[in-house]
Nanobody, 123 residues
Framework: QVQLVESGGGLVQAGGSLRLSCAASGRTFSSYAMGWFRQAPGKEREFVAASRWTGGSTYYADSVKGRFTISRDYAKNTVYLQMNSLKPEDTAVYYC????????????????WGQGTQVTVSS
């Protein structure tokens, strides 16, 4: 069982930065790949970034590539999403999630979800 709690969301001006954190509890955290998704009002939840549980492989949506960075700290059981050069279209509730297998990009592959944290980017 993995429990996930996100933090770090807030209001920021366009061009600014935020760092989201996702604290995981559960002894098997290191065996899960971790992902970040977001959902804007009236839209479906979409993939943002993911990190394999071994090695340094990371995956990003085209819309955030070069601006967002996913990282994880196994000692702290925490995964981060560093978001730079934020745009108003990045406004959404951001969720972290954990998966053991399946596509990195699909919501249905993820077994555990956090409650979400709101990110609002003003123009």
């Amino acid at each position: 069982q993995v429990q996930l709690v996100e933090s770090g969301g807030g209001l920021v001006q366009a061009g600014g930065s935020l760092r989201l954190s996702c604290a995981a509890s559960g002894r098997t955290f290191s065996s899960y790949a971790m992902g970040w998704f977001r959902q804007a009002p009236g839209k479906e939840r979409e993939f943002v970034a993911a990190s394999r549980w071994t090695g340094g492989s990371t995956y990003y949506a085209d819309s955030v590539k070069g601006r967002f960075t996913i990282s994880r700290d196994y000692a702290k059981n925490t995964v981060y999403l560093q978001m730079n050069s934020l745009k108003p279209e990045d406004t959404a509730v951001y969720y972290c999630a954990a998966r053991k297998g399946g596509s990195y990009y699909s919501t249905i592959a993820y077994d555990y979800w956090g409650q979400g944290t709101q990110v609002t980017v003003s123009s």
